[in-house]
């Protein structure tokens, strides 16, 4: 019976869906208050029946329901409990419903948290969400239903989950990763809402501001730990990058990333408000483009879930429908949206307007190369566009942004003069340098782009360091001094601080990295660098689920072992797949990364091997640590609490009783 409650928790879903796009936005029109009251508590009944319905399947995992098909193909009775549940979103259907639960979430969390917004605007921005909601949930029911049963035949035992998938990583990185997906879709809410208003203002963007802020975070972190997971669990040795369905979350990542700039100056200056909206539904717009990617089967990539046409059409036609609907609203709403230039071209501003540029552009090459190979399939030629076409374009703009935060976050609103910024600019970009040609020659071997990427490293973390001391400069005690700080400066500080950290990473592991594939045998000896690895032993292991050839590394340096490896080679008894599964002594300065390739002779003691030494590898995720923890700490900015209604103009927005709210 759990598999028909799940079911029909989701035609419910369905429904409430359809009845909180309509009718609270229809309250919101005729100025009916029976109407627009009706939003809060949809958003609330919405969120239950997807949770109810998310906790069915996670039980039909649990007790190895194998009549239920999507439990049957993803699961085994073998399976470790912590897997069986993550093995709930293992694939597709699981793992949109996943998707339209976390939506559920953002959704529930805007119902309760935005009552300090004007009555009117709030149900337009719950109904905004609804009409999504549709969008998903439908999807969810009639193309990609999880409960579908196996009857009246079913098997016995499951097929299991995919071996790469039964790993720590499967149970965080998902989750976090729509977090940041769905969560732009409350700043497209906002943002769909001023349109209809026509009005938007520093207090809208300062109520968008957290929640942007918000999903960026968790994206940042979704991202990071893709990464981390694809290094060391599929035994390849690199961190994945330019790969097509990767591209789909670095695509609204670097356009979020622009909209939190661009609310930043909506909220100072109460301009660039043309910009947080046209960046407010780009980014969300952008998320949808990443599931079409990801879910239709038009890419080819590890990381698809399916292969099916008609969920493929689907998608395309709600993209179409959102996309098309909120361009069609900007083109013709914008034009309500007063907005001021008055900037020199020294100052915050002008550095924050060439910011949004560059992060344009930067997302039109990563969009362009991974949609062209598309494009050129549909008129009949096979063609790819891999790494080397995006690290010869993208370096370009990013350069020219990092050569900006070292210099933007220091200059005034709309003018500055630059005198007083000449003597610490040019001391910060003296010990950049030095830093960077000494990192250089410590590491044994000069390159241009780690000579670029450590002097920009150094640059922007000096600069963002003195003008936090520059903000606090007048106080005396380091109480004071932190209390002058706010947290949304500090946020901004340590976030661009994560950047350059990941940047640093990336080059020195890049370029600096050394791989080897090796025939070794027990007892054998290979030096990398100054390192030493002796393949010392190899046994049999036996797990639940999987059999195992467990081999030995002890690791020597200057003759002093410092470590012993355990890669293996796994063998799952329920889907009968082999799948490799590294070892790695990692620390700050470098990683010692071993897998295990084949058995080269009949005995098992003679293998293929791959060992790497990576420096520095581990900065890249640090970075990006750093970068989500700086947001949060903007999100913690007193000013996003206690929020008041903005000025309506009264003319855009003949909505009396938002105004008779705003005078209250």
């Known amino acids: 019976m759990h598999a028909e409650f799940g079911n029909y928790l989701l035609v419910l879903a369905f ?83 996943l998707w339209v639960f976390i939506f559920s ?12 917004l004007p009555r009117y605007s709030y149900a337009r921005v719950l109904s905004v969400l609804g009409l999504i909601a549709v969008g ?29 998938l039964q790993d720590f990583g499967l149970i965080i990185h998902p ?27 520093a207090t ?54 622009a909209l939190m700039h661009s609310l930043a100056v909506t909220d100072k200056r109460n301009s660039f408000k043309r910009w947080a909206l046209a960046l407010s539904l780009s980014t969300f717009s952008l998320s949808l483009l990443g599931t079409f990617l990801i879910r239709s089967g038009v890419l080819t990539s590890v990381h698809s879930f399916t292969n099916d046409p008609e969920r493929g059409r689907f998608i395309l036609m709600f993209l179409a429908i959102v996309v098309g609907s909120a361009l069609l609203l900007f083109l013709f709403r914008s034009s309500k949206v007063k907005t001021k230039v008055d900037f020199s071209v020294v100052s915050k501003d002008m550095f924050l307007l060439m910011n949004n540029i560059l992060f344009v552009t ?73 830093l960077s040609l000494i990192v250089n020659w410590l590491m044994g071997e000069f390159f241009a782009w780690v000579f670029v990427g450590l002097t920009l490293s150094f640059w922007v973390s000096f600069s963002g360091l003195y003008y936090l001391t520059q903000l606090s400069r007048h106080k005396k005690t380091l109480r004071e001094k932190l209390a002058q700080i706010s947290y949304t400066y500090l946020g901004m500080t340590l976030a661009h601080i994560g950047v350059v950290v990941s940047l640093a990473g990336i080059v020195l592991t ?51 072992q410092i470590q012993t ?63 989500a923890l700086g947001g949060i700490l903007a999100m913690l900015d007193k000013r996003y609490r206690n929020l008041k209604s903005p000025k309506v103009n009264p003319v855009a927005n003949s909505d009396k009783n938002t105004v008779d709210a705003i005078v209250r």
């Open 510 to 560: 890049s370029f600096y990295s050394v791989e080897k594939d090796l025939r070794m045998e027990n007892g054998e000896s290979s030096e990398i660098n100054e390192y030493r690895f002796t393949m010392s032993n190899v046994e049999l292991i036996n797990k639940d689920n999987y059999q195992a050839t467990r081999v030995t590394f002890d690791v020597y340096k200057d003759n002093q």
């Open 105 to 116: 979430g953002w959704m529930i969390a805007v119902a309760l948290l935005g009552n300090n």
């Open 204 to 257: 809208w963007a300062r109520w968008t501001r957290p929640w942007t802020i918000a999903a960026w975070s968790s994206l940042t972190i979704g991202i990071m730990l893709g990464s981390w997971w694809a290094y060391y669990e599929l035994g390849w040795g690199g961190w994945w990058f330019w790969d097509p369905s990767e591209n789909a979350s670095f695509l609204p990542w670097l356009s979020g990333t």
């Open 15 to 97: 429904i409430l869906s359809v009845a909180l796009g309509v009718f609270p936005m229809l309250g919101a029109t005729i100025k009916n208050d029976t109407l627009v009251a009706t939003a809060k508590p949809l958003a609330l009944l919405f969120f239950v029946a997807m949770l109810a319905s998310f906790l069915c399947l996670v039980y039909a995992f649990l007790i190895d329901d194998f009549t239920i098909t999507y439990v049957a193909q993803h699961s085994n009775s073998l399976l470790p409990t912590q897997f069986k549940v993550s093995a709930v979103w293992g694939a597709h259907e699981g793992s949109f419903l």
């Open 136 to 164: 998903f949930s439908s999807f969810l029911l009639f193309t990609s239903n999880p409960f579908e049963r196996t009857l009246p035949f079913y098997p016995v035992d499951g097929t299991d989950l995919n071996p790469l």
């Open 565 to 627: 490896l355990y890669p293996e080679k796994r063998f799952y008894l329920a889907g009968r797949q082999i799948m490799t599964e590294a070892d790695i002594d990692d620390s700050i300065a470098r990683d010692l990364y071993v897998a295990l390739g084949e058995a080269l002779d009949e005995t098992g003691q003679v293998w293929s091997v791959r060992i790497y030494v990576k420096p520095f590898i581990r900065l890249i995720w640090l970075g990006a640590i750093l970068m």
């Open 175 to 201: 989750p976090l990763l729509y977090m940041g997906y769905v969560g732009f879709a409350v700043s497209f809410a906002f943002a769909i809402t001023a349109l209809i208003e026509g009005e938007w203002n």
């Open 362 to 434: 930067a997302t039109f090459i990563v969009l362009f190369g991974t949609l062209y190979p598309l494009i050129a399939e549909a008129f009949g030629k096979k063609l790819s566009v891999g790494a080397p076409w995006f690290n010869s374009l993208f370096p370009g703009p990013m350069v020219a942004l990092f050569v900006l935060l070292g210099i933007g976050p220091m200059l005034n609103w709309k003018k500055h003069n630059l005198d007083k910024l000449k003597k610490p600019l040019t001391i910060i970009a003296i010990v950049s340098v030095s």
